[in-house]
């Protein structure tokens, strides 16, 4: 499943959107994903949400299991055979927005695998002109645990 999510996001990231489909979608001022009325939408959009969930007797079981698990150091990576090594995007505490790298299999199989970067998320968001936005696919978005 994660190799069909990464050659999706590859085969999006290939292709330009027309004009239509940009002026189609209400939510595209959303992309700006550090510009205070974007930010503010998400955080009411959140409140409303999470009303909803802790209302549920079991929101504070399920949150505390989520959260450990995506807390965890012990996970093993899923890393899709690609054509020039193991690739994969990964974010922790240190790569928030996260970090796409790649490693050969030689590597992956020592206890300290050398990676080399791919595109850095994080050091994209460094405050500077011109910025856009990276959306990570779902199906690599509980990668949490650091290398």
Not at 60 to 71: D, H, K, N, T, V
Not at 82 to 105: K, Y
Request: hydrophobic share 40%; net charge negative.
């Amino acid at each position: 499943m994660r190799h069909v999510a990464f050659d999706c996001l590859r085969t999006a990231l290939s292709h330009k959107r027309t004009d239509a489909a940009v002026t189609d979608d209400p939510f595209l001022w959303l992309e700006e994903i550090e510009v205070p009325s974007a930010l503010a939408w998400v955080r009411a959009e959140n409140e409303k949400t999470l009303g909803v969930l802790q209302s549920d007797p079991r929101y504070r079981r399920f949150y505390e299991q989520a959260l450990s698990i995506l807390q965890s150091k012990d996970q093993i990576v899923d890393i899709p055979l690609e054509g020039r090594g193991l690739e994969h995007f990964w974010q922790d505490e240190n790569q928030v927005r996260g970090v796409w790298r790649r490693t050969t299999p030689e590597s992956d199989r020592t206890q300290d695998p050398k990676w080399e970067t791919i595109l850095d998320v994080d050091a994209l968001a460094v405050p500077r002109t011109g910025i856009g936005s990276f959306k990570v696919p779902a199906a690599f978005r509980f990668n949490s645990a650091s290398a």
